[in-house]
């Protein structure tokens, strides 16, 4: 998704929980005429041995949505956020919950999020209080 690809900013949000290092990558689109309302499409990057195949199809679907979206301005911004939804029930272990606090996306107002899932665990999304009024949709 980055630059040399689809023209877009790529942050990378390292993190470590459990003795684990972790990463967030968000690419966030800002909007033109309404920049502070952001819409969240999510995408989990949790994988064990035995559900590699079925959770490759939401990171898959996440880079083919953002190619659709390279060079077309929006009205409102979007985030495209690939985390690790947390196999434990810690929340320091949750990509989501680490994003929410960063920089790049913590200002916004997030007005719909888009969780793409496989419909194979780990499941729900566990969102970070922040968000739990923020309406979402998921789509497999």
Do not use: C, W, Y
């Given at each position: 998704?980055?630059?040399?690809?689809?023209?877009?900013?790529?942050?990378?949000?390292?993190?470590?929980?459990?003795?684990?290092?972790?990463?967030?990558?968000?690419?966030?689109?800002?909007?033109?005429?309404?920049?502070?309302?952001?819409?969240?499409?999510?995408?989990?990057?949790?994988?064990?041995?035995?559900?590699?195949?079925?959770?490759?199809?939401?990171?898959?679907?996440?880079?083919?949505?953002?190619?659709?979206?390279?060079?077309?301005?929006?009205?409102r911004t979007i985030v495209f956020l690939a985390a690790p939804n947390g196999l434990s029930t810690r929340d320091d272990a949750n990509g989501c919950w680490q994003a929410a606090n960063h920089v790049t996306i913590s200002d916004l107002k997030f007005t719909q999020i888009i969780a793409l899932t496989s419909g194979n665990p780990p499941e729900p999304f566990r969102l970070p209080e922040v968000w739990k009024d923020v309406p979402i949709r998921k789509s497999r």
């Open positions: 998704m980055g630059p040399d690809n689809m023209g877009h900013a790529v942050v990378r949000q390292e993190f470590t929980a459990g003795g684990q290092a972790l990463e967030n990558i968000m690419v966030p689109l800002m909007g033109k005429t309404k920049a502070d309302e952001a819409v969240l499409v999510l995408a989990p990057l949790d994988t064990t041995e035995a559900n590699a195949p079925d959770e490759a199809a939401p990171p898959a679907a996440l880079l083919g949505i953002a190619h659709s979206f390279a060079g077309d301005p929006q009205p």
